[in-house]
């Protein structure tokens, strides 16, 4: 039997009688980093299946209150799990997806990093400085040529901080992963590194102007490629058709669960969400939108 819950703040919705409060929703959301209607039906969500996972049972153990719950859940998630086949894949259209791939599963995923060549304005008051400029293309045209390695320019610049130079200019090393989360705006030249094709130094064609910095840029891999043959490239297929088809099925789970025993109190869930309310600020998830 569960144990009864306070509840942390006015009630916004109840599951079986058990009251969720905007505390909850708030800390829920700040955990998971989900908009606050998002982080409120995964707590509706985690108390059902909460539920389940005690109706079905668990054996009984030395389990805190708290951990018996986690073990509860995850034994019914795993049932499900189990229980779902894997939905039957087409041969034909595996083969050709493999041809059409190289047998990749995991594609290469790129970062970049940057020698940055800093600078006032220049004398129109846009864009970097003459000698920033000059700079930038000298270091690109140097590790192009093979008279400088970049790997040992970077490791110099990082281990100088802020006495950085390069041919007198203020540098300093700097990394982007276009990847990374909260990273919603990727600049043209770097969309094109990251999907493009690249010549053995990794450079982009030329510096990136941006502000009053001049960049030079080498694309890098952060994850190498996988690449297996057929049979791991259909196991593979398999793995990520069976995850979807389980998460369907959870989701098909709660949904039957959720049948008259979800109360919204919509006036409260109105007013947390209120422009004044309590949730506002989070409406807007950490990371961007």
């Known amino acids: 039997t569960r144990v009864a819950r306070e509840p942390s703040g006015a009630v916004v919705a109840r599951v079986d009688g058990v009251p969720i409060g905007v505390g909850d929703v708030a800390n829920a959301a700040r955990r998971l980093e989900l908009a606050p209607e998002l982080a409120l039906a995964r707590l509706e969500e985690e108390l059902l299946l909460l539920?389940?996972?005690?109706?079905?049972?668990?054996?009984?153990?030395?389990?805190?209150?708290v951990a018996r719950r986690r073990a509860e859940v995850r034994a019914l998630m795993l049932a499900v799990e189990e229980e779902t086949p894997v939905p039957p894949l087409d041969e034909a259209a595996l083969r050709q997806a493999f041809e059409a791939s190289g047998g990749v599963v995991t594609p290469e995923r790129r970062g970049t990093t940057h020698v940055a060549l800093l600078g006032e304005p220049g004398d129109a008051g846009e864009g970097p400085s003459e000698a920033a400029l000059a700079a930038a293309r000298a270091l690109q045209a140097e590790v192009l040529a093979g008279t400088l390695g970049w790997d040992a320019l970077v490791r110099e610049l990082e281990?100088?901080?802020?006495?950085?130079?390069?041919?007198?200019?203020?540098?300093?090393?700097?990394?982007?992963?276009?990847?990374?989360?909260?990273?919603?705006?990727?600049?043209a030249a770097y969309r094109a590194a990251v999907h493009g094709e690249l010549d053995a130094s990794g450079l982009l064609a030329e510096p990136l102007l941006v502000g009053s910095v001049a960049l030079v840029v080498r694309v890098d891999p952060v994850i190498p490629a996988e690449r297996v043959d057929f049979a791991g490239?259909?196991?593979?297929?398999?793995?990520?058709?069976?995850?979807?088809?389980?998460?369907v099925a959870l989701q098909r789970l709660v949904a039957?669960?959720?049948?008259?025993?979800?109360?919204?109190?919509?006036?409260?869930?109105?007013?947390?969400?209120?422009?004044?309310?309590?949730?506002?600020?989070l409406t807007v998830p950490p990371g961007g939108p």
């Open 159 to 187: 281990e100088a901080g802020e006495r950085a130079r390069f041919r007198g200019v203020p540098a300093e090393v700097r990394r982007f992963d276009p990847f990374a989360r909260g990273e919603t705006t990727i600049p």
């Open 233 to 247: 490239f259909v196991a593979a297929r398999e793995e990520v058709a069976h995850d979807n088809a389980v998460s």
């Open 256 to 281: 039957e669960l959720a049948v008259g025993r979800v109360a919204l109190e919509d006036d409260a869930v109105a007013a947390a969400l209120a422009d004044d309310g309590p949730l506002a600020p």
């Open 51 to 65: 539920a389940e996972g005690e109706r079905r049972g668990v054996p009984e153990g030395t389990f805190d209150e």
